[in-house]
């Protein structure tokens, strides 16, 4: 029973590990592509972008986000009582749903877009329609390979998941580029609608790569169903009713844990209008946020987001099987697991807020360096945020995250509105509400799991150790920056050298203090050559 349980511990780790790497390749392609881009269009260019992202991806949360997860869901759920046939059910009746949800949100953001863009944003922003028309056909594209995706993590595999995304933001990186270099000729909001395009294309390309995995992986299921002898099949209306009601609530909390962004954006926008401020500068503004700030940041929410995805099924077949004491082991070690990963980011990314920023924009002034140094302690609030309603979503409790997001939002629009109206803070009231909404969110859901299972948050090893590991990590960091730049005159060279040395002393100091114990070493993937590795130098 042991191995058993080791070999399931081993097998979420390396899942885990295998979507963290890919979320990293992913945002490392997208920073690095988005440099060349915001190069070509420019602030103003980015700040269109960056509005018509923002109704995009709300969009997308309404319509396709959630289908992954409730497809995720359904699939461990009646996996686990090897039901063969019913898996192959729920992914028929959930692709019927996606065509048609995925469908009409394309036709409605098609036609609608001019609207939307004026209504959100201003008259002086209807340039902004120009790139979500281009985006409205992604919206169908990501609802199809939601249900693919959604599928394959059902089944704890995170592989196409992985490999497709990948393949997406390759090519979304070379045609963004590239339209946006011809279209920039057309203006700002046009240079924007080239970056879009390479949205499209790009979705497109990881649904073709994924449907090919599912057809060379068909076979399989053939082969499983054979061997299933469950007599109480669900028909295809039965299963798109149960995506629908699975992923409502599920909808429901990403929305409303989201929906900051456009409010944000909205709000910054018509205040920031009538307060005097210029069209032009708080469409700037608003791309140093878009395109700079939450460019970076979104690198290691990547990777912590990541942990949350691979959880969900493993929590949820541990419950559906009634072993709740499993399922807590579980919690702890990837909250634990967020924390290591989450914090030495946050104190890396104020560290070298300036040489990063230099490194890969254009910095026409300060603010987004600014932007990146009080905005990252956000990383370990949303990182935390975002895995606990992974945890309480894989535990059944689906309504709570849409309460606690709910409340959290209400506080952040209060909160926002304020410091916009009355303090003349500008963009950096959108980084102050975002540190206020996902720490509410983090309080609430800490105490729903306390609620519900008992669980209590270790604070020593989870939350002190890391962050001591983390302040020696970055004192090196800094020195080590300094010292190479003097030498060699390379903000290249000096960022590349105190990150590498950066991160071989936090996993030392992490040690050192005990942070990660050997069984959790082991447990990691090749964690029997990191434990090897350690006791070579007698550490462990």
């Known amino acids: 029973m042991g191995n058993q349980r080791k070999s399931r511990n081993n097998s979420i780790m390396v899942q885990s590990a295998i979507l963290a790497a890919a979320q990293i390749l992913v945002r490392v392609i997208g920073l690095f592509y988005r440099v060349p881009m915001q190069r070509i269009i420019g602030d103003e260019g980015n700040g269109y972008y960056g509005y018509a992202f923002e109704i995009y991806q709300f969009i997308l949360l309404l319509s396709a986000n959630g289908i992954p997860t409730a497809v995720s869901l359904l699939v461990a759920r009646h996996l686990a009582r090897r039901e063969y046939k019913n898996v192959f059910r729920i992914f028929k009746g959930a692709m019927v749903f996606a065509l048609i949800i995925g469908g009409a949100v394309t036709v409605f953001t098609f036609f609608g877009a001019e609207w939307l863009a004026v209504a959100l944003y201003g008259a002086d922003k209807a340039g902004v329609a120009i790139a979500l028309r281009i985006l409205a056909p992604t919206l169908l594209i990501s609802a199809v390979m939601g249900v693919m995706r959604g599928f394959f993590q059902g089944k704890n595999v995170m592989m196409p998941t992985a490999i497709s995304q990948m393949v997406e933001q390759v090519f979304n990186a070379v045609v963004s580029i590239v339209a946006a270099y011809f279209l920039i000729a057309k203006g700002p909001a046009w240079g924007a609608a080239g970056g879009t395009l390479g949205t499209c294309m790009g979705a497109l390309s990881g649904l073709i790569f994924i449907g090919i995995v599912y057809y060379l992986y068909k076979p399989t299921i053939v082969r499983l169903m054979k061997k299933d002898v469950t007599k109480k099949y669900l028909p295809t209306d039965q299963v798109m009713k149960m995506v629908a009601v699975t992923m409502a609530p599920v909808v429901l909390s990403s929305t409303i844990y989201q929906i900051s962004g456009i409010i944000d954006s909205s709000m910054f926008s018509k205040i920031m209008s009538g307060l005097g401020y210029a069209a032009k500068v708080t469409t700037e503004l608003f791309g140093n946020y878009s395109g700079q700030y939450k460019m970076i940041l979104n690198i290691p929410l990547g990777i912590t987001s990541s942990i949350g995805i691979a ?230």
Do not use: W
């Open 311 to 540: 959880l969900i099924p493993a929590v949820t077949s541990l419950v559906t099987l009634g072993r709740k004491h499993e399922a807590r082991e579980k919690i702890d070690s990837i909250l634990k697991l967020t924390n290591v990963v989450a914090i030495p980011s946050f104190i890396g990314l104020v560290v070298l807020a300036e040489p990063i920023m230099k490194l890969l924009f254009v910095i026409n002034n300060d603010v987004p360096i600014r932007l990146l140094q009080l905005g990252a302690i956000t990383v370990v609030t949303y990182s935390f945020s975002t895995v606990t309603i992974a945890i309480l979503q894989g535990m059944n409790k689906m309504k709570t995250p849409v309460i606690n997001s709910v409340v959290s939002l209400v506080v952040h629009i209060i909160f926002v509105y304020i410091l916009l109206k009355f303090a003349d803070l500008n963009i950096y009231s959108v980084v102050y509400g975002n540190l206020v909404f996902s720490f509410c969110m983090c309080a609430l859901n800490l105490l729903s799991l306390y609620r519900y299972i008992g669980y209590r948050q270790e604070i020593f090893r989870a939350f002190v150790i890391p962050t001591g590991a983390s302040a020696v990590m970055g004192a090196v960091a800094y020195f080590v920056y300094k010292g190479v730049y003097f030498i060699l005159h390379s903000n290249l060279a000096s960022i590349l050298v105190s990150v590498v040395l950066a991160v071989a002393v936090y996993g030392l100091a992490l040690v050192l203090m005990g942070g990660l114990n050997e069984e959790e070493m082991r447990s990691l993937p090749k964690g029997h050559v990191i434990v090897r590795f350690c006791r070579k130098l007698h550490i462990m």
